[in-house]
């Protein structure tokens, strides 16, 4: 029998569901200027980043979940 996957926490312990854990997402260069004048568009990257103790525990490049994250 295989465990689960432990899920990601940060260092004082919260998983990617808590209110503190902030996605921070990143985009290319055109995607920010994009973005800038309005325009949705997937980010290259998200970081999910502790707004607590500052720690950046996770970081999705993956296409699909990063289309889940486009800002509107
Ligand atoms: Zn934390």
């Given at each position: 029998m295989a465990d689960k996957p432990e899920e990601k926490k940060c260092r004082c312990g919260h998983t990617r569901e808590h209110p503190w854990i902030?996605?921070?997402?990143?985009?290319?260069?055109?995607?920010?200027?994009?973005?800038?004048?309005?325009?949705?568009?997937?980010?290259?990257?998200?970081?999910?980043?502790?707004?607590?103790?500052?720690?950046?525990?996770?970081?999705?490049?993956?296409g699909d979940t990063l289309k889940q994250h486009t800002y509107h």
């Open positions: 902030v996605p921070k997402p990143d985009y290319s260069f055109w995607g920010w200027v994009l973005v800038g004048i309005g325009i949705s568009h997937p980010p290259t990257e998200i970081r999910f980043e502790c707004d607590r103790c500052g720690d950046v525990f996770e970081t999705i490049s993956d």
